[in-house]
């Protein structure tokens, strides 16, 4: 089993959309496919699935009713099973420790290929813990500047959080971390590959175990929402970064361009990939499924001697990507105005009539769906 956290370092980046249209493409290609929902205190994953909220969900077991495999439910959608989160329970946003290892040791055994996790926004210390089951894990970002810098923030809370959870306590390292931590200003300044060097001149064994996980630990980056293909450097800035301070190597899985097709998808309370299969986005997102399909799984303390520079090469690949999404793109339009079919004045007004056309059809839905529960409230069948 392939376990793949998906995380971002701020909300309103497209996680949980990724989250869902993958999990179907996984299981489109033949993979028993587990999606579960633990942005929790806000679980809303089913809406972007377009299913009904279960009945039952990881709220309800941690409070203790019924078993784990009785909230994994199958979808309509080919191998794929679903965890809904329960965002009604009154403080499920905040796990104590003992529901948090529970939580770690239900994953950790179920039975499936791909374990897709959609996790809150954020660097809180669960969230942190459970992209931490995966060295593999899904990094969410946008070209905005906020949204890079708090992708770079949330890898850099996740290499801190590997580093406390390597040492054990009452070892020399952990307690070297501990009165680190006394003066976060020092430890603001201090880069990950210094901060190591110092900690193997008091404990040499934890150092090099570290430096192992560190080594294994390549988490998946995706550029969202971008609009250009000069928006997907903001991906290198990131691995720049993160070289240079966390001693970290990221791998980029590839960019999804801004579609108001996720909108309208969503309104219709259907994943992308089925809404339109065949769309630029779509498509991407298949690529996405196909990458990770090809990758071996890894898990921390494997050992791990790469042949070649895999990350360097996913972000070449990844740019060549984004340009060809985006020449796509442009080409339908630039067939219209092209054979002379349209002119751009015309191609304008045809925008805004199917605009105008769509948003009247809607109207139309809703008022019929007004109708329908009015007929089912007066006893008609339907």
């Not at 998906?6 to 909300?11: M, Q, T």
């Not at 994953?45 to 299913?51: A, E």
């Not at 880069?191 to 570290?210: G, Q, S, T």
């Not at 009539?353 to 769509?358: D, G, K, P, S, V």
């Given at each position: 089993m392939q376990i793949i956290p998906?995380?971002?370092?701020?909300?309103g980046v497209g996680k949980s959309l990724l989250s869902a249209n993958l999990a179907i493409a996984l299981g489109q290609s033949g993979k028993k496919v587990i999606l579960a929902d633990l942005d929790l205190g806000a679980s809303n994953?089913?809406?972007?699935?377009?299913?009904q909220s279960p009945k039952q969900g990881l709220g309800t077991w941690l409070t203790g009713h019924g078993e784990f495999n009785d909230i994994i439910v199958k979808t309509d959608y080919p191998n794929l099973y679903f965890i809904a989160g329960d965002s009604e329970i009154p403080g499920l946003s905040t796990l104590k420790a003992p529901q948090k290892n529970k939580l770690i040791k239900a994953f950790k055994n179920v039975d499936c290929d791909y374990l897709v996790i959609d996790l809150g926004a954020g660097t809180h210390q669960i969230i942190l813990d459970l992209f931490l089951l995966s060295p593999q894990g899904i990094v969410v970002s946008a070209p905005a500047v906020t949204a890079t810098l708090n992708g770079y923030l949330f890898l850099k809370n996740a290499v801190f959080r590997l580093m406390h959870s390597t040492f054990k306590p009452s070892t020399p390292a952990a307690k070297m971390l501990t009165k680190l931590k006394q003066d976060p200003t020092t430890l603001q300044r201090m880069?990950?590959?210094?901060?190591?060097?110092?900690?193997?001149?008091?404990?040499?064994?934890?150092?090099?175990?570290?430096?192992n996980n560190l080594k294994v630990f390549r988490p998946r980056l995706i550029m969202n929402m971008i609009e250009d293909p000069k928006d997907a450097d903001r991906a290198q800035r990131i691995r720049t970064s993160c070289n240079q301070y966390l001693g970290l190597d990221i791998e980029h899985l590839g960019v999804l361009y801004r579609d108001s097709l996720e909108d309208k998808a969503l309104a219709s309370r259907l994943p992308v990939i089925i809404y339109k299969p065949q769309c630029i986005l779509s498509q991407a997102i298949y690529r996405i499924a196909e990458k990770i399909l090809a990758s071996d799984t890894v898990n921390f303390g494997?050992?791990?001697t790469p042949t070649y520079d895999a990350a360097s090469d996913s972000f070449d690949i990844a740019q060549e990507e984004a340009a060809e999404d985006f020449d796509l793109k442009?080409?339908?339009i630039q067939d219209l105005l092209g054979c002379g079919a349209l002119t751009t004045g015309e191609l304008i007004e045809t925008i805004k009539?199917?605009?105008?056309?769509?948003t009247q059809?809607?109207?139309?839905?809703?008022?019929?769906?007004?109708k329908l529960v009015k007929a089912c409230q007066q006893g008609?069948?339907?």
């Open positions: 998906v995380a971002s370092g701020k909300g994953l089913h809406l972007v699935l377009g299913v880069y990950i590959p210094r901060l190591i060097d110092e900690i193997a001149k008091v404990d040499p064994i934890n150092a090099a175990k570290f430096e494997d050992d791990i442009m080409s339908g009539t199917q605009q105008y056309e769509l059809v809607r109207k139309e839905n809703t008022m019929l769906k007004a008609f069948k339907i």
